[in-house]
Structures are given as structure tokens and as C-alpha cells.
């Protein structure tokens, strides 16, 4: 692809990229959330046409009008958010499209095709299943699967990683070798630096719409790429300070909860959080996780022992009970629990601090109030938005979550609990919220990351729990266990066998 | 008593349940694509209506059950160009349907046989058994509609316009031209069960006739989990409370008063959708474009 320009009503979304991808590597196309990737894969797989700029594959020029156009070429998309039907078998999936002739589908038939390549490419999977019963890394091989199905030859993936565990991470590395050994081309979408260096061959950064360095991976560093990709200097790692922990401010006792899913209850024997420390929570997703966030909200009732803010009593109260304890709350899916999207920026100021002054005098909400602390709030935190009449579904995700960032943090909480707070940022926004968590708790509150990137709760823990099965399996002190054991205690073994091992 | 438990009893239940079926699995067919398709009322209004029209015009039963289902493809057409092309609110478009089909037949029936309230008799649709001849095929069409949406290369993918339409055109699929041809589908079934209505089980047209069997069929395709063997267990399960509606009130002696039983389809459906529903759901891309922004 040379010299791709697409304008979009008020943006030029590409604006002169260049990437040359050559057969049988794995090439990674590096940029922030923005940055011009996904339009410019979009263009490749056919679902736009490039303003300027030729697209060739094969050194043949090509010009698709649609993803139809773009299978036949011999390109393959795995996308961010899997384009699998979730009630459909993993076989249904596969053919969807490219069923074979006749009107009545052989179902027999094609798991037994669908069996054959799988085992060909020896990506593993019961045809047979549903997709909605598999674990995400599972899904993201049925969509490889669908790709190479339909004779694909250059896989696109699209930030591959985003909802994969560590170990299926690692599973996914392991596949795209294989397909490399066996001449797939695979560009690999990503704004993660280490990813890059654990993956690629060649890298290509883009900003703002424009290439802005094409280097060979083993060749670079992760700062270099870093600054291509951000404009400036950015620090990959954050400068703090040894904690000083104060009083304990969340306490939970032998506490109980039903889980979400499943059978196995939450059963949490003691967790505390003190003033002044991040506590780091790390796990492989699905462990109990959500239930021990949604618990400390106030958003599950809990069935058996003791929670305490403040040394105020919370068991048996609401989320706005926990926020008149002390407790602020950063939420996993902004897009769901953060913000109301169509809502503008200063109606998400008032959620969740609604109760009184300065927002709500008399039951009335104060609209130029609660306006001119948001524009305050904005400068502040730095969101970038033009106004806080500004919908929130028009912000960039780093800035959504500044701005939930700034209105948990507006009540001056005690606690903060901060579930996957960088998840789908970037590099600069990632930057800021560490600095930020860091900030807090050296104004001496209590802060709790839940994090599935191991790298991220190490890097920022003061000390670290594991989560495995519902139960907290372990207990350290940051800078006194390896990476390597509490990748051990994830992955459910206890702690003696982790030692030994 | 002794009158209430008979041959009669289940022939009513079967005749009641057939224009509920063929509306549920025309409902089936929209929705599975991903269209909301509240028109059924309003479609079986109109097949019920242009069937005894056309069969006045014509002078042949077979033509005009030919018109009334045309006429009801027609306003699914309708329905298809505002809801799919101009991607209007699908709840929107289905009640401007239902309204038009109320308004146009009663102004019909109006200018037509110059009364307010129904049209004149008509030739109906031969019988079996006493039944009309479309009883059995709306029996038919069930397993033909599962086999077209679960066997055929063209009803998985119907499938997966309705589940997930964004994945549906990464993987080549005209969704639009699907879910045309599905509400086009739910016009015809609907136009069948509203022309049974009128010349099937009766042989003239009254205003409103179809009172509120559409939404019942609506109903039925959600009790039923949008699996046409559902829809006809939950179409025979209100067809009988209609059933068994008339029966009592046409017994001597029943003992529920008339003005009651008549509710009682009403409320079984109620009853029906607040006990079962909860653990259903749709198609996921129900009323959702491929593209939102």
C-alpha cells in the first residue's frame, strides 16, 4: 500500500501511508487508538476506497469494492471484535458464506473439512461446539480458522491481543510462527509495544495518519518505537516512591458472594487495603474477578462475613452507600458502567454525585454548576473534548476515562478501586493513568488495580494478591515474587507447589 | 358439561390456532433476519381484506386468496423499504403499517359495499373435514419453515443476518437483500392468515377482524423462542384458550360468564409470557443495521 490518503467529512484519516509488507513475514502496524489503522485496513479489506494512493497485492494493483473482493484476493481479517455468531457451531461460522454448492447445507460434511484444516494447521477445536460456549482465545481461533478456511494467504489481525489472557497470548504467538513457517503473510495490528517485539519481524509506526518510520524489529527498541508512535518522549516505566501504608481503610472477612456464572461461590478469607499502597490484584479473567469488584461496589450482596469502609459497616449497602463510606470506583467497561454515551460530558460529572452540593441544591440539578466543575475538571485531567456539552460517545477511550478518572477522584475519596484502568488505551493515556494512580496514593489513599496484564500489576503494586478459583491464593509483597510464580498461582496451583516449581 | 369436551372442541382449537401460525412463522422468518415485525396485525388485516375483495372482483375464491396475499406482500413491501432501506424505527414503521391497514380497509369496505361494518358474502375456500383447506397447510408450513431456516444454505444465513449483521457482511452476505426477501416472506404468511380469517373460516370481511391475532402470533414467536416448533406450541396453547372461548360460550349452561371468557385468550398470553419469556431471547442483531456509528 503506497501513499494512501482517505478523507473523512472534517478528518483525514490517512494521509500519505506507506506499507510495504513482504511475503512470509509477520509485520506489525504500530499506532495509537486514532492513529489512522483501522481505516487504513478497512481500505485494504476492501470496505473503503482510498481517496489517493495504490493498493497492491501480489505486486498486482488491486481495487476491491467489497470484503468479498478482498477473500478472493487471498486476504484474511481477523478482527478486534470477532465477526462470529456466537449461537452459530463452530462450523456454521466457519462456512458462513462459502457454504458449498447446492441449497441444502451438509453440515457432516463440512465439520469434516472444518476438522481437517484444523488439524492441518493444528489449531485445535470440536467443530461440533458452540461458538458462545468458548473462551475468547478459543473464538479468536475460530476466526483464524474462518480466514484460512477461506484460503487466505495474508491474515490481518486487529489488535489480536486486547481480550486475551497472558497464556493465551502466549497460544496466539505460538500460532501465527506456525503460520509463518508455513507462508502465511500476518500484519499484526497493535498499539502494545511489547507485542511488537514478541511477534513481529518488521514494524511499521504510523501517527496521525502519516507513516512515520519503518524499522526491523530486532533492530529497535521499545523506547524508539515508543516515541514514533506518541510524537514526544514518553516514559514506559513510572517513577514512584516505596509506599508508606497507613491504616487499613477496606476490610473484608471471610466474606461470601454468588458468583455471576457457574456454581463455585466468591470466598474471600481476608483482604485489606491500607491507606497510602496500591494493592495489586492479578488473575487469569473469569477467577472471581468480576464478582470481588462488583462486591466491593456494592453492586452484589454479599452472603456471608464482613466488609468495612472506613470501619463503617457496608454489607449490606448500595453503591451510593460505598460512596458515602469513602469509596470511588473506576469500572472496567467505561462504555457500560462508566458513562452514559449520549449523555454530554458534564451529565457523567453529575452520575454517581448526584446526592447534594455542589451538583444538586434543593433536588435541583445546578446545569451551570455542574458545567463550570466539569470544564474545571477537564482542564485538569486534561480531556480533550470541545466542550462539556460534548457527547461522551464522541471522546477517544483515553479520554472517557480521564474524564471517570476525574469524577470519581472530584468526592475525594478514600478509596479508589481501579478495575483495568488502561485497558484499550494507549500508549500516552496509559502514561497518564499510572501517574495518576501513583498521584493518588501518595496523597495517602488507598488504591486497589485489578489488572489481567501481569506486567502492569508488577509494575505498579505496592503489594499484589492472586486470584485463582474464586479464592485469593496468595499474598506478597511487590519486588519479592517473580513474575514467573505468580504466573504459577494464576494458572491454579498453590502456593508450596509454585515455590517448588 | 357434557357438551363441552367434544370433536368440536378440538376442531375450534385447530381452526383458531391456523391464522396464528402462519402469522408466527412469518414473524419467525422477519425477525430471524433481524427485522421487528410488529405489521403482522396489519398484514393479516390486509390479506383478510383484498382476499374477499378479490374474490368480489373475480368471482374465484383461488384468485382472490392469490390477491390478498399479494396485497399483504405488498404492505410487508412497504414495511421492508421504510424499515430496511430507509432504516427507519422498526416499532415506528410496523404501527404506521397497522394503522394504514386499519384505515385502508375500513375506507375499502366503505366505498366498496357501502357499509361501515363489513363487506358482503363471498364464495369461501373449499373444506375438508370441516375445516378449511388451509388448516392443514399451515400445519405443513411449519416443518417447511424449520427446514428452510435450519437445513438450507439460505436460512443460515438469514440467520446470521438477524444474530449479527456486521458478520454477516464480513462474510460476503447481502444482508439487505435477505432481510427483503424475509419480510416479504412474513408479508405472505401473514396475507395467508389473514385471507383464512375471512375466506377460509368465514366467508365475508368485518372491520378489525383480525383483533389483535397478529400481536398474539407476536407472542407466540417469542414464547415459542423464535423456533418454528415453539411458535406452534405456543399458537396451539392460545388457539385453544380462543377454543375453548367459543365453546364455553356456545354451551349451554357454562359456568364463566361470557364477558370473562372472552378475555381468556388475552390473559393465558399474558400469563403465558410473563411465566416462560424470562430465559428467552432474540435474535441478537434484532432491529441493529450492520453498520452503526
Known amino acids: ?501 | 358439561m357434557d357438551h363441552f369436551f367434544t370433536l368440536d372442541l378440538l376442531t375450534r382449537i385447530l381452526r383458531m390456532s391456523t391464522p396464528l401460525i402462519f402469522a408466527a412463522l412469518g414473524g419467525i422468518l422477519s425477525e430471524r433476519s433481524g427485522v421487528i415485525n410488529i405489521a403482522l396485525e396489519g398484514l393479516m388485516l390486509i390479506g383478510a381484506f383484498f382476499a374477499v375483495a378479490g374474490t368480489y372482483w373475480t368471482g374465484n375464491v383461488w384468485l382472490g386468496l392469490l390477491i390478498g396475499v399479494l396485497c399483504a406482500m405488498a404492505g410487508a413491501l412497504i414495511h421492508a423499504v421504510w424499515s430496511i432501506t430507509f432504516r427507519g424505527d422498526q416499532i415506528v414503521v410496523g404501527t404506521a403499517v397497522n394503522l394504514i391497514a386499519l384505515g385502508l380497509t375500513a375506507f375499502l369496505v366503505q366505498s366498496i359495499w357501502g357499509t361501515a361494518g363489513g363487506s358482503d358474502r363471498v364464495s369461501s375456500l373449499p373444506k375438508i373435514g370441516g375445516m378449511s383447506i388451509l388448516v392443514p397447510l399451515a400445519f405443513v408450513m411449519v416443518p417447511l419453515v424449520a427446514f428452510f431456516l435450519y437445513r438450507t444454505k439460505l436460512g443460515l444465513r438469514l440467520q446470521a443476518c438477524g444474530e449479527h449483521p456486521q458478520a454477516a457482511v464480513s462474510a460476503g452476505i447481502d444482508i439487505t437483500r435477505y432481510r427483503y426477501l424475509a419480510v416479504l416472506g412474513s408479508g405472505l404468511l401473514a396475507g395467508l392468515g389473514g385471507a383464512y380469517l375471512s375466506i377460509g373460516n368465514l366467508n365475508y370481511f368485518t372491520l378489525d377482524m383480525t383483533n389483535g391475532r397478529g400481536f398474539i402470533a407476536l407472542a407466540a414467536v417469542i414464547l415459542g423462542g423464535w423456533n418454528p416448533w415453539g411458535a406452534l406450541a405456543a399458537c396451539l396453547l392460545f388457539g385453544a384458550a380462543e377454543g375453548i372461548q367459543i365453546q364455553g360460550q356456545s354451551t349451554p349452561g357454562f359456568p364463566i360468564s361470557s364477558d370473562l371468557l372472552v378475555t381468556l385468550p388475552y390473559i393465558v398470553t399474558l400469563i403465558a409470557i410473563t411465566l416462560f419469556v424470562k430465559a428467552r431471547s432474540g435474535p441478537a442483531g434484532l432491529g441493529r443495521h450492520a453498520t452503526t456509528s
Open chain 1, 1 to 501: 500500500m503506497e501513499g494512501i490518503v482517505k478523507r473523512f467529512p472534517g478528518v483525514v484519516a490517512n494521509d500519505g501511508i506507506t506499507l510495504l509488507v513482504e511475503p512470509g513475514e509477520i509485520h506489525a502496524l504500530l499506532g495509537e487508538n486514532g492513529a489512522g489503522k483501522s481505516t487504513l485496513m478497512n481500505i485494504l479489506f476492501g470496505l473503503y476506497t482510498p481517496d489517493e494512493g495504490v493498493v497492491a497485492v501480489n505486486d498486482q494493483p488491486v481495487s476491491f469494492s467489497g470484503p468479498r473482493d478482498a477473500v478472493l484476493a487471498g486476504l484474511g481479517m481477523v478482527h478486534q471484535h470477532f465477526m462470529l455468531i456466537p449461537r452459530f457451531t463452530v462450523t456454521e461460522n466457519i462456512i458462513l458464506g462459502n457454504e458449498g454448492s447446492g441449497l441444502v447445507l451438509d453440515r457432516t460434511a463440512a465439520a469434516r473439512r472444518v476438522r481437517e484444516i484444523s488439524e492441518s494447521y493444528g489449531l485445535l477445536i470440536d467443530p461440533e461446539a458452540k461458538v458462545e460456549d468458548l473462551t475468547v482465545g478459543l473464538q479468536q481461533r475460530v476466526e483464524i480458522l474462518k480466514a484460512l478456511y477461506h484460503g487466505s494467504r495474508i491474515l490481518i489481525l486487529d489488535e489480536p491481543t486486547a481480550l486475551l489472557t497472558p497464556q493465551e497470548i502466549e497460544d496466539l504467538y505460538g500460532i501465527l510462527n506456525r503460520l509463518k513457517a508455513d507462508g502465511t503473510t500476518i500484519i499484526f495490528i497493535t498499539h502494545k509495544l511489547k507485542e511488537v517485539a514478541a511477534v513481529s519481524d518488521k514494524v511499521t509506526v504510523i501517527r496521525r495518519g502519516k507513516t512515520v518510520g519503518e524499522r526491523i524489529t530486532s533492530e529497535t527498541t521499545g523506547q524508539e518505537l515508543a516515541d514514533l508512535m506518541v510524537g514526544r518522549g514518553v516514559s514506559l516505566t513510572v517513577a514512584r516512591t516505596p509506599a508508606t501504608p497507613g491504616r487499613t481503610i477496606l476490610s473484608a472477612k471471610n466474606l461470601t458472594a454468588q458468583p455471576i456464572h457457574g456454581h463455585k461461590p466468591l470466598s474471600i478469607a481476608d483482604l485489606e487495603l491500607r491507606a497510602g499502597e496500591i494493592l495489586g490484584v492479578c488473575g487469569v479473567e473469569g477467577n472471581g474477578q468480576a464478582e470481588l469488584v462488583e462486591v466491593l461496589s456494592g453492586l452484589r450482596p454479599i452472603t456471608g462475613g464482613t466488609l468495612a469502609v472506613n470501619e463503617i459497616d457496608c454489607g449490606q449497602r448500595d453503591p451510593n452507600g460505598f460512596r458515602e463510606a469513602g469509596l470511588s470506583y473506576i469500572p472496567e467497561d467505561r462504555h457500560h458502567r462508566g458513562l452514559v454515551l449520549d449523555f454530554p460530558l458534564w451529565e457523567n460529572v453529575l452520575l454517581g454525585n448526584a446526592q447534594g452540593e455542589p451538583f444538586v441544591r434543593r433536588g435541583l440539578v445546578r446545569g451551570r454548576k455542574t458545567q463550570d466543575v466539569t470544564r474545571q475538571l477537564m482542564a485538569d485531567f486534561d480531556v480533550r473534548a470541545p466542550s462539556p456539552e460534548t457527547p461522551a460517545r464522541a471522546l477517544s477511550g483515553g479520554n472517557q476515562q480521564k474524564l471517570i478518572i476525574a469524577r470519581e477522584l472530584f468526592r475525594n475519596p478514600d478509596v479508589l478501586l481501579a478495575i483495568q484502568p488502561t485497558r484499550g488505551l494507549d500508549v500516552g493515556a496509559i502514561e497518564f493513568v499510572h501517574k495518576e494512580l501513583v498521584r493518588v496514593r501518595d496523597e495517602g489513599k488507598a488504591v486497589m488495580l485489578l489488572s489481567y496484564d501481569l506486567d502492569e500489576v508488577m509494575d505498579l503494586s505496592d503489594r499484589i494478591v492472586v486470584m485463582s478459583e474464586y479464592q485469593i491464593t496468595g499474598e506478597f509483597v511487590a519486588g519479592e515474587v517473580t513474575r514467573n510464580h505468580l504466573g504459577l498461582l494464576m494458572g491454579g496451583r498453590h502456593s508450596d507447589e509454585a515455590t517448588q516449581a
